[in-house]
């Protein structure tokens, strides 16, 4: 499995971006989806992750509200829905899949995507 993430870019305060992340081979639904992030300066931290399964999702505090993640089944895809950026919210965005399930810890995580730039401008 290969993950492919694309879709970041600049975006000012306000605005909404969409992250996209292609798998070259099948997601099953035991394994969870993940987004992380990493601020420069900052380790690499989770953001938001679904279950392939049944769909159920789950957020870090600081973007509950405002980022959605989703899934397209058919095209193995997953997706993060970024409304109301803020400056902080400046990092690179990895996405990544555990095989093992439900997991907020990187080490969980066995396929990592190569990482897209996000830069919120205020």
């Known amino acids: 499995v290969q993950l492919q993430a694309s879709g970041g870019g600049l975006v000012q305060t306000g605005g909404s971006l969409r992250l996209s992340c292609a798998s070259s081979?099948?997601?099953?639904?035991?394994?969870?989806m993940g987004w992380f992030r990493q601020a420069p300066g900052k380790e690499r931290a989770f953001v938001a992750g679904?279950?392939?399964?049944?769909?159920?999702?789950y957020y870090t505090d600081s973007v509950k509200g405002r980022f959605t993640i989703s899934r397209d089944g058919a095209k193995n895809t997953v997706y993060l829905q970024m409304n109301s950026p803020q400056p902080d919210d400046t990092a690179v965005y990895y996405c990544?899949?555990?095989?093992?399930?439900?997991?907020?810890?990187?080490?969980?995580?066995?396929?990592w995507g190569q990482g897209t730039l996000v830069t919120v401008s205020s």
């Open positions: 990544a899949l555990a095989k093992r399930g439900l997991s907020t810890v990187e080490n969980d995580y066995s396929h």
């Open positions: 081979g099948r997601i099953y639904s035991s394994h969870f």
């Open positions: 679904i279950r392939w399964g049944v769909g159920n999702t």
